[in-house]
């Protein structure tokens, strides 16, 4: 296995001779299939001694392989030999060919003996001159090896070669043997079985087209390729078959060489040769074999034998007997079978040559092409004609392409040949029997402008020759620059020329005229159809009687053809059948009724309904389609007319195809028609008129119910009535009708058909009445496009049966039937309103019963039309001339309203609203919008409310109103004021109760009707339904009047100037309805309906509130003063409130408004000042009188002050104690206060002595104060307001003011901090605070401290808080010059602790924390100049000998909250401090003496606490220090009293605990850090360490967590100490205390942790 595939060639030939050993010996049984692939694999070797051992063995084992695989693999074999580089392949190749010859199965399967003769055949092609050559050899070898009599290809070939070597001379060889192969290969061809041979040549055609690359191949291809031509004829005449695929590959093979073979110049001598019928020169293929074993010019040489090979295949190509030479035209369409292929092979030989005819030789082939094939002239024009028109055919029965490129230069040629004609020929050639005139006029119409420039350069060389085509050729000739340019030119001009044949007036150049015509239409008949296709494209726009008359017989003739073989017509027939129905058009309509030949071809036509191809139309359709509104107009005959119209709606009823009705309604949109045409058509086919009235129809009625026989007469009717339904559907569109008017008995007529019983039992007829009366409404807007009367003589009122209409409606249940019947009603109450409304209270009865029920678009529009035409026609009734008529008129309306409410409840939702604006619209909003509102308050009073669930009505009132006020805004806002108006009107003519009308029914029952439109019947009404209906309209105004939809309108429409005279009207009308209210309240007052008086006066209040909001001011401010004047209370109230509402509002007045304000302050003024003891309702009218002076004050006051002064003189004496006034009253005179005098500021000095004593004495009574939180507000408000308008004006007060500031302190805060108390106060407290002086508000504080040391518990934080920001807020400057003022004050300030030394400790830290804060905030605005004398007098404060201890805690405490103030900076001053901390730590350390500190009994805690600041300050210096504040002097000074407080238990276990952790061990860990010397640490360390062996297990834990915080601080440092630390950690490692063991143990983990490496080295 690896020998065979060995790299090495002789190790593959040694294992394939082993393997043929063993296949000889059979020695070992090898798998047959590894032998075969061995043998086939190495069939292919690169060694040809492997392929020759190889081969041997393939012969030895060759039973076991197919007969395919033999001949396949040995062919590989022929395929890559190369005899001429190696001579050995010569004896391989003579094994396979041995191998394939003895094949049996060759004779068998003709298809692989096909496949070895092409395979073989160039190796027995003669390509050498020398005999004893490999290639000569091999020849031989092959001709004499049999392989020639096993296939008919070869016959003879062995003897024919045997010949040439006896006779032929060695120089000629190769031309001669391949000459003499040629020619029996071909003949061998032609006398063989033609099937096989065909096959034979496919076969030689497929080797052919294979590309050529070495010599052999190139030689066998240009042998095969004469073989090829050489076979295509014989002497029978051409084999077309052979001959088309022969060309298709020459053709391919030359297109390949083009550049190449019109480039290459074949020598003159050779020409002649061209022109001969004989074989390639035996000297060309010496030349050639020459030539390409030079390797030069191969594709030159190529090229000249492919030249020669299109030489021989134009002498083979023979026209065949049955082609039609001397027909006018060859026709395409009509050749068959070697005709066809002649023509085909003709053109594409004529392309290919005119191809190269840059080249002479190409010159030469076209002159002999043309020789051979079209010798005479007339058969060359005839080729012509068909060269210069197939290009537009679209069948393509040639099945070959002519281009655009080709036909121009066909023209081209053809101008060239017929300007080079003698007269006689051209004449012959112009004359009607020859193609070219018709041809060249056809391609005048060419979209291609270069067709057309050739084209018309061929008739300027046929121009002046007399024929039956000179008139156009001479016509046409002079235009040659226009048809060039224009494609459509032609066209026009030809419609140009003859078109004088329509005119009347006869001249003599008619004749010669119809003469033409009549030849160029009579070409139609007998050529091809795409040529007459493109004749009648010419002749487009040519019409008359006269064309359309000689066309008809073709029209005739393609309909039969049509009829009988769909499947045979043309696309080009069927575009020419097209084209001729085109000519039935305006000008040819005449003849219809001239020659009804025409006509019944046309009908025919139009039921024509084959199809002719995908995406052509019917005939049926393009006939349909010429029945144009000018062609239906030219027809006189009106005859012919109704038959057409006639033909048209049969066509409707009998179609079943839906392009075809489409095209009918299209056509019949189109065309104008009479009216009475259609009538005709509608009628019935007895012709019986039905009878109008419902009477005559009732007899009719009888009269069928006694017929026998009625099935025949129902299928008659059934027909019909499909006849009337399509027509009524077409004249649905239809504007071009002609007088209507008369169709509309015979609609009506149709209509009372309809309505007849025996009609409606049998089918519905729903639809044929909508169509009915759609059609009568399309009449009537046609005769009245305005919608106003028609004159009697177009249309007579008696003519138009309304009632017939009415009936249509009720007897119909389909709602497109109601629809269309009240759009026509809508449209006739304009045109005849009397007969409208007659039936309106029915029309909308029924509307509202029905269609207004139905959700969809056209039922809404039905409705808006229907009452936009029928109510402007009741509208216009009314003349005004009498009262009684406008009030039967209103009394209508109101019906029709109601109509349209009780329905809305059935109405779709979203169709509501458009349904009322519309209905309201058309009445007109100004008269009926209030009628619509009180009959839609009525309908929720009556129906809605007792259909709510229970629990709902709130939401469904709420929706309603929604609703109602929708409605209200859709129309103008003087409309929707003015029908308010007409509601209150309405309300107030209205009955209190019901029982009122029961008594005065008899007396005011006639006067009642005369003055009052019936709305709201209150006879067929409850009391309580009248109370609601009252209740619910007033309630609806306020609603209306605030909702942001009337707003918005408002302010869309222009803003209140829109209103300028209504608002009066409206504000008089709203308060002669609360007079009204108000004077039944009275009445009513101890009845059980008081309650609804005081509601419904509450509402009307409300509604005025509103239209106080919509008053322009001007109107507004002597409206207010009247109504303040009124002698009621609550009236004056109400006024006042209104006016408090328009001053609330944020507007700009202008100074006469400003002024008209003012002066309503005096009459204010009036009503506060009411001393007399009043209701308690005057007390509320004081304080609204109160409140409305502040609002002036505020908005007009800063301008105008001085009106305001006595307002405040009035409200001083109000707050005066000795007024004795109410609570409310004070409290709102205080609100006033505050008011004005921030406004009025300066004003208000002369006041304050009045005033702020007053104020002081309200705010000592803490009792009321704290029972009401308004009036301590009142009471806040106005202080504030005082101080910080008047800061400077109140020091004589400013005790007062302080005391009680603070005493509120505690009240407000039990409030809570956000309440609005707490924030008045703080206000206040912050007005204090920061407006004030020093120089005023100092002494009052040191005052004041002094006042408040009696009760300093819950005061002395609000006072210092008050300081605090003061000194926050002070300047330097002014801090500078207090300071020593200050400092007094804090020396005594912060003897506090020393004062109470005995009291709770807790409650004096809290104390003496606010006095720290105080003059901390001091401290940080100093300089250290002015700081360190400060700091230094403090300490002496505290230090000095006859000093109270009590001070120490206060200054370490002092000391310790400026240090975490002012940071690293306290290290400045600090170092003072040093020593007294160190001895003051010793002498509170219980360890070191038994001496109590404090002489008190408070000693313990008063020890800790000053411990604690200690600690405290020490941790805040060290931790801030940067200035290395801590020296060693320092350091060891405070060293061993730090680390001793490691023992000192004083305050117990506990305190002892907490001090360490919290104070003591951050101390000194810190302290650890300030040192920053290692020197220093180790004795830290070290007295740390010996607290460790301390006897207390609670000081040895304390000193382990010292050690460990010391660690922690020091971080890698520690590492330096760690020796000494060990022996200490080991002795408490096994300490006797567990709690410490443990501690310990943790201690050395963290300390490895903090050192990053482990300890337990070190034990």
Known sequence: MLSLNHPLAPVRLLAINHLKNIMETSKESIDESFIKEAILTRLGDDSIDVVLSALSAFEIFKQHFSSEVTVV??????????????????????????????????????????????????????????????????????????????????????????????????????????????????????????????????????????????????????????????????????????????????QKKIKKLESVITAVEIPPEWHCELTLDRDIPVELWAHYIEQLNTGQMIAVEDSVLLVFALKNFIHAVKVPQCFPKDDRWWNPEQLKGDSRDCLHLLIELFETILAGTDAVHFRVLMNLSIKVHLEDVF?????????????????????????????????????????????????????????????????????????????????????????????????????????????????????????????????????????????????????????????????????????????????????????????????????????????????????????????????????????????????????????????????SDEKVQQKLLGMMFDLLVDCKNTHCAQTVCSVFKGISVNAEQVRIELEPPDKAKSLGTIQQTRRRKMQQKKSQDLEPVQEVEGSYWQRVTLILELLQHKKKLKSPQILIPTLFNLLSRCLEPLLLEQGSMEYTKQLILSCLLNICQKLSPDGGKIPKDILDEEKFNVELIVQCIRLSEMPQTHHHALLLLGTVAGIFPDKVLHNIMSIFTFMGANVMRLDDTYSFQVINKTVKMVIPALIQSDGGDSVEVTRNIEEIVVKIISVFVDALPHVPEHRRLPILVQLVDTLGAEKFLWVLLLLLFEQYVTKTVLAAAYGEKDAVLEADTEFWISVCCEFRVQHQIQSLMNILQYLTKLPEEKEETIAKAACNKSESQDEMLQVFNVDTHTSKQLRHFKYLSVSFMSQLLASSHFIRKVVESGGPQILKGLEQRLLETVLGYINAVAQSLEKNADKLTVKFWRALLSKAYDTLDKVNALLPTETFIPVIRGLVGNPLPSVRRKALDLLNNKLQQNTSWNKKLVHSFLQLVPVLLAIVQRKKKELEEQAINRQTALYTLKLLCKNFGAENGEPFVPVLAAAVKLVAPEAKEEKNVVGSALLCIAEVTSTLEALAIPQLPSLMPSLLTTMKNTTELVSSEVYLLSALAALQKVVETLPHFISPYLEGVLSQVIHLEKITSEMGSASQANVRLTSLKKTLATTLSPRVLLPAINKTYKQMKKNWKDHLGPFMSILQEHIGVMKKDLLTSHQSQLTSFFLEALDFRAQHSEDDLEEIGKIENYIIDCLVAMVVKLSEVTFRPLFFKLFDWAKTEDAPKDRLLTFYNLADCIAEKLKGLFTLFAGHLVKPFADTLNQVNISKTDEAFFDSEKDPEKCCLLLQYILNCLYKIFLFDTQHFLSKERAEALMMPLVDQLENRLGGEEKFQERVTKHLIPCIGQFSVAMADDSLWKPLNYQILLKTRDSSPKVRFAALITVLAVAEKLRENYIVLLPESIPFLAELMEDECEEVEHQCQKTIQQLEAILGEPLQSYF
């Open 73 to 250: 693999n040995l062919l590989n074999l022929f395929r890559r030999a190369e005899p001429s580089k190696n001579r050995e392949w010569y004896k391989v190749l003579e094994i396979a060919a041995g191998v394939l010859i003895k094949e049996e199965i060759l004779s068998e399967n003709h298809h692989l003996a096909n496949q070895v003769v092409t395979q073989l055949l160039p190796y027995m092609v003669v390509i050498s001159d020398d005999k004893e050559s490999a290639e000569m050899k091999i020849a031989v070898h092959l001709s004499k090896s049999g392989i020639c009599s096993l296939h008919p290809l070869l016959r003879g070939w062995k003897e024919a070669l045997e010949n040439v070597f006896k006779s032929t001379k060695s120089g000629k060889l190769i031309g001669i043997a391949n000459q003499k192969m040629i020619r029996l290969l071909a003949d061998n061809i032609n006398s063989g079985d033609p099937s096989s041979m065909l096959k034979m040549v496919e076969d030689l055609i497929s080797v052919s087209e294979k590309e050529a690359y070495n010599l052999r191949q190139k030689v066998t291809f240009h042998v095969i390729m004469s073989v090829l031509v050489g076979c295509c004829s014989s002497l029978k005449g051409t084999h077309f078959p052979f001959a088309m695929r022969v060309f298709s590959l020459l």
């Open 379 to 635: 058969q060359l024009f005839k080729f012509f004609s068909v060269l210069w028109t197939y290009g537009s055919s679209l069948s393509n029965p040639l099945n070959c392409s002519v281009k655009t490129v080709l036909q121009s230069q066909a023209l081209y040629i053809g101008s060239t040949m017929l300007s080079s004609q003698k007269a006689k020929e051209k004449h012959q050639l112009v004359s009607a029997s020859s193609p070219v005139v018709i041809s060249l006029l056809i391609n005048l119409g060419s979209p291609i402008k270069e067709v057309r420039r050739a084209a018309i350069q061929c008739l300027q060389a046929l121009s002046g020759v007399q024929s039956q085509f000179q008139l156009i050729i001479d016509h046409l000739v002079p235009k040659a620059e226009e048809i060039t340019s224009d494609a459509t030119y032609v066209v026009q001009d030809l419609a140009t020329l003859f078109e004088e044949l329509q005119r009347e007036k006869k001249v003599k150049s008619h004749q010669k005229l119809f003469e033409t015509l009549k030849h160029l239409l009579n070409c139609v008949y007998n050529c091809p159809s795409y040529i007459a296709k493109d004749l009648m494209k010419v002749l487009e726009h040519v019409n008359s009687e006269v064309v359309l008359s000689h066309l008809l017989p073709m029209v005739e003739k393609l309909l039969e053809k049509v009829q009988k073989e769909p499947t045979a017509v043309l696309k080009d027939e069927a575009i020419v059948l097209y084209l001729i129905l085109g000519k039935y058009n305006e000008y040819s309509a005449s003849l219809l009724h001239k020659d009804p030949v025409s006509l019944d071809i046309f009908m025919k036509a139009v039921h024509t309904t084959k199809e002719l191809g995908p995406g052509m139309p019917t005939i049926q359709i393009a006939a349909l389609e010429k029945i144009t509104k000018p062609f239906f107009a030219a027809i």
